[in-house]
C-alpha cells in the first residue's frame, strides 16, 4: 500500500514539473523562429508586394531575403505602416482586411528583438505560388490599352490616363472590374474611370502626365492598389455602363531605374440573371479649394444627404500630394452622430477601394459631412512647394477634394432580366419607388 502511494506522487511531481516545463518553454523561452512564426506571416501578409517582380521595392519571401530588413520591418510593422492600409476601424471591417493584428505585431517584434533568428527549415510552410491569370476566372471582356507603354527611366513618379478603344455599343450591366497590371513592378495605383463621349483621346490612346480625368467629366468607378483583391457585387445588383461609353484607367508608376514597358488590362464581368439595383455613389467635392502657404491644418466641408435607405458597399477618397486625412461625419434622422469612415493619415500613394466585410444600412435623409483636410506647411514630406496658395487642379500639385459613397437604395427594384450585361426584358412590374 505504502508502495503504491509512494510510486503514485512520484508519478504526480513528475507529471507536474514536466507541464511546468513545457508551459514555460512556449509561451517565452523558446526563441521565435522564421521558419515556424514569421515565415507564415509574410507569405499571407506580404508576399503580395514584397516578392520577386512585384511592386515593392524587395522580396520577404525567403530568410536571405527578409534578414537585413529585419530592423526595418519591426519598426513598419509596428508602426503600421506595413502592410500600406489607412482607413481606421476594427480590423476585418473591410474585405481582404491587410492589417496585422496585434498577436502578428508582437511576434514579429519578438523574433527582430531575439535576434532574427532561421530556426529548422523543416518548419518552414511550403512556398506560396502566386498565379499570374485572372484570379476569378476568365472574364467576360477584357480591355487592354492600345500599345505597350514605355517608360521612362526615372526617379519621380509618373502618371499617364490611358483611354481603352472599346465603345459599349449598348446599355452594359457589369459585376465586376478588375485590373490587371502588365507590368506589377511597375504600377503603384489605378483608378478606373467611365469616360463619356465628349472627351476625344489623342492618336497614341493616353494622356502623359498631370491630367486629372475627373475634371474633363469622367466617372470614376473604382480604385486599385496592389493587394487588392476582386470585388464583385451582389448577385442582383450591377453597375450600368450607359452605350457610347468608354473605360480609362489613370496610372500612377512609381519611379523606375531603368527603362520599362508596362501594359495593363481590365477585365469585365457582366451581370446576368434578373438585376435589381444600380449601384449608386454620394459624392462629396469642393472646388473653392484655396489653402495657404505653410498651413498644416486646412479643411473644407461637403454636404450631402441620402435620398433613400441605403446599403452601403464601400469607400473611396482622392486628393493630392497636400491631402492630410478625410472623414465621413454622417448624421442620422435621430440626430445621432458618427464618424462612418476615417482616413487619418490620407496617402496619396495607396489609394484603394476601402470595401466593407459587412454593408451597412443607413436610413433616407442621412446626412454626412465630407471633411477633406491638407497640410501645405514643410512638415509634410509630400508637399512639394510649401510657399504656395493652392487651389482645385487637375496636376497633382493643385488640389482636389473627391469623397465617394457606393451604395444601393434599399427601395429600388428595377426587375430587369439580364443576360451576358444585356437587357432582355424588363418585367411590367418594375418599380423605382425613387
Ligand atoms: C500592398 C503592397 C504591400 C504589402 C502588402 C506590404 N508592403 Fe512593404 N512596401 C510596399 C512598397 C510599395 C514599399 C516601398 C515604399 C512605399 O512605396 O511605401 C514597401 C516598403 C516596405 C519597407 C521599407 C523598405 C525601405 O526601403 O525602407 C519595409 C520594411 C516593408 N515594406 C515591410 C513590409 C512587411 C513586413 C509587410 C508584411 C507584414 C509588408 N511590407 C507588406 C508594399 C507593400
Known sequence: MKKLFLLLTAALVGLASYSSQV??????????????????????RCEECHRAGAVAPMSLATY??????????????????????????????????????????ATITKWVDGGSVRGNPKDLPAPKVWKSGWASGEPDLVLTVRKAYTLKKSATDQYVFFVFDHVFAEDTWIRSIVTKPGNAKAVHHANTHL???????????????????????????????PGSNDVFLPQETGVRIPKGMRFGIQIHYGPNEKETVDQTSLGLYFANGVIKKNLRMLFGDRKDLQIPPGDANYS???????????????????????GKSYAFRFTYPDGRVETLFDVPKY???????????????????????????????????????????????????????????FYESESENLNLKVKKGRVVSATETASNSQ
Do not use: C
Not at 523558446?30 to 514569421?38: G, L, N, Q, R, Y
Not at 433613400?308 to 500630394?321: E, G, N, P, Q, T
Not at 512647394?385 to 493652392?390: A, K, L, S
Open 300 to 322: 473644407l466641408i461637403s454636404k450631402r444627404t441620402f435620398d433613400s435607405d441605403a446599403v452601403i458597399r464601400f469607400f473611396h477618397v482622392h486628393m493630392h500630394l497636400r
Open 64 to 105: 536571405e531575403e527578409v534578414r537585413p530588413w529585419a530592423r526595418a520591418i519591426k519598426e513598419k510593422v509596428v508602426s503600421r505602416a506595413m502592410p500600406p492600409f489607412h482607413a481606421t476601424g476594427a480590423i476585418g471591417r473591410y474585405d481582404h482586411d491587410p492589417r496585422l493584428t496585434d498577436d502578428e505585431i
Open 347 to 405: 496617402d496619396f500613394n495607396w489609394q484603394r477601394s476601402y470595401v466593407l466585410a459587412e454593408p451597412i444600412r443607413v436610413p433616407k435623409g442621412t446626412a454626412v459631412e465630407f471633411i477633406g483636410t491638407y497640410d501645405n506647411s514643410a512638415k509634410n514630406k509630400f508637399n512639394p512647394d510649401p510657399t504656395q496658395t493652392i487651389r482645385w487642379g487637375e496636376k497633382t500639385t493643385d488640389e482636389m477634394m473627391q469623397g465617394r459613397i
Open 195 to 225: 469616360v463619356p463621349p465628349m472627351l476625344k483621346s489623342p492618336e497614341e490612346g493616353y494622356f502623359e502626365g498631370d491630367f486629372d480625368p475627373g475634371a474633363r467629366g469622367t466617372i470614376m468607378i473604382s480604385g486599385w492598389v
Open 23 to 44: 508551459s514555460g518553454s512556449t509561451a517565452d523561452k523558446t526563441p521565435v523562429s522564421f521558419a515556424k512564426h514569421i515565415a507564415p506571416i509574410f507569405q499571407n
